[in-house]
C-alpha cells in the first residue's frame, strides 16, 4: 500500500513537473516582449535578451501617439463587445431549440454546425472578401462583427447544447405551469444557470477575437477603423523596424485581455469543470 502511495505521488510530481516546464516555455516569449519593451531600439538589436540597463517608457509614449491608442481601443473594443453579445445571445437561443426538440432535422442541423467548426478560414477567405466587396461592406465595423458572430457561433452552440440537456425538463415544466412563455422560461430560468459556461464561451470568443488579425486586415482599409493588432503591424517598416515600438505596442494591445482573464478565471475553470461533469 505505500509503496503504491509512493508511486503515485511520484506520478503527480512529474505531471507538475511537466506543466511547470510548459508553463515556462509559453511564458518566455511574453516576458521577452515585456523584457524589451523597456529598453531603447538600438539595446533590442545588440542584445534582445539581456535585462533593460535603464528603464525606458519612451516606446510606450510613442506607441500610444503612433497608434492612436485610444480610438483604436475603441474600434476593438465596439467589435469585440458585440461580436461576443450577439453570439451568446443566437447561441443559447440556438443551443435551448436543439436541447429541447428532439427532431430528426434538429440532430442535422446540429452536426452541420459542429461539422463547420473545422473549416478553417484561409480556405473561405478569398471568396469573403470577394462577396463583401460586391456588397460594399468592405471598410466597415459592422459586418467584422457580423462574420465574427456566423464564425463563432458553432462552437458556443456546441458547448451550450450539452450544457443545457443536462438541465432537467421538469424546470421548464414548472415555469410552464407558472404561466411562462418559452422567452421567458429560457432567460429566466435556463439563461442564469448558464453563468459559468457562458463566462467560458465568452473568454474564448475575446481572446480570439480581440487578437485577430487577418479579417480585419483584409476588410478595414481605413486607419480610423483598424484595431490594435493592424495598428501594431503598421510599425514593420519595409526596411526598418523599431522593436522598442512593437514591443510597447505588443504590450499594450494583450493587456486588456490579460486583465479580463485574470478577473473571469475562477468562471472559466467552473465551465470546463462543469461542461466535463455533465
Not at 437561443?93 to 434538429?106: G, L, Q, S, T, V
Not at 478560414?121 to 468592405?138: C, D, E, L, R
Not at 404561466?179 to 464561451?201: D, Y
Request: aromatic share 14%; charged share 10%; net charge positive.
Amino acid at each position: 500500500m505505500r509503496k503504491q502511495q509512493i508511486r503515485i505521488k511520484s506520478g503527480q510530481i512529474v505531471i507538475y513537473a511537466l506543466f511547470t516546464l510548459l508553463l515556462i516555455l509559453f511564458l518566455i516569449p511574453f516576458f521577452l516582449v515585456l523584457l524589451n519593451s523597456f529598453k531603447a531600439n538600438k539595446e533590442i538589436i545588440l542584445d534582445p535578451l539581456s535585462f533593460p540597463q535603464v528603464i525606458n517608457l519612451q516606446g510606450y509614449a510613442k506607441a500610444f501617439t503612433a497608434m492612436n491608442y485610444l480610438g483604436t481601443f475603441k474600434n476593438s473594443l465596439i467589435i469585440t463587445v458585440f461580436s461576443i453579445v450577439f453570439i451568446i445571445l443566437f447561441a443559447v437561443m440556438c443551443a435551448y431549440f436543439f436541447a429541447r426538440n428532439n427532431w430528426k432535422i434538429n440532430k442535422i442541423l446540429f452536426m452541420i454546425m459542429v461539422a463547420s467548426m473545422i473549416i478553417p478560414f484561409q480556405t473561405i477567405m478569398i471568396p469573403i472578401v470577394k462577396n463583401f466587396a460586391a456588397i460594399n461592406a468592405v471598410d466597415n465595423i459592422f459586418m467584422v462583427v457580423v462574420f465574427y458572430v456566423g464564425a463563432h457561433i458553432s462552437m458556443a452552440v456546441f458547448m451550450f447544447q450539452g450544457f443545457i440537456k443536462s438541465i432537467p425538463v421538469e424546470l421548464d415544466e414548472a415555469a410552464t405551469i407558472d404561466g411562462c412563455n418559452h422567452f421567458q422560461i429560457l432567460f429566466r430560468v435556463i439563461f442564469p444557470l448558464l453563468k459559468p459556461i457562458i463566462s467560458t464561451v465568452a473568454v474564448l470568443d475575446i481572446l480570439a477575437i480581440w487578437n485577430d488579425f487577418l479579417l480585419p486586415y483584409i476588410l478595414l482599409q481605413s486607419n480610423r477603423l483598424k484595431t490594435l493588432p493592424l495598428m501594431t503591424y503598421s510599425f514593420f517598416g519595409q526596411y526598418s523596424v523599431d522593436y522598442s515600438l512593437v514591443c510597447s505596442g505588443l504590450i499594450m494591445s494583450i493587456l486588456p485581455v490579460i486583465i479580463i482573464y485574470a478577473f473571469l478565471q475562477k468562471q472559466i475553470i467552473d465551465g470546463v469543470v462543469a461542461g466535463a461533469i455533465k
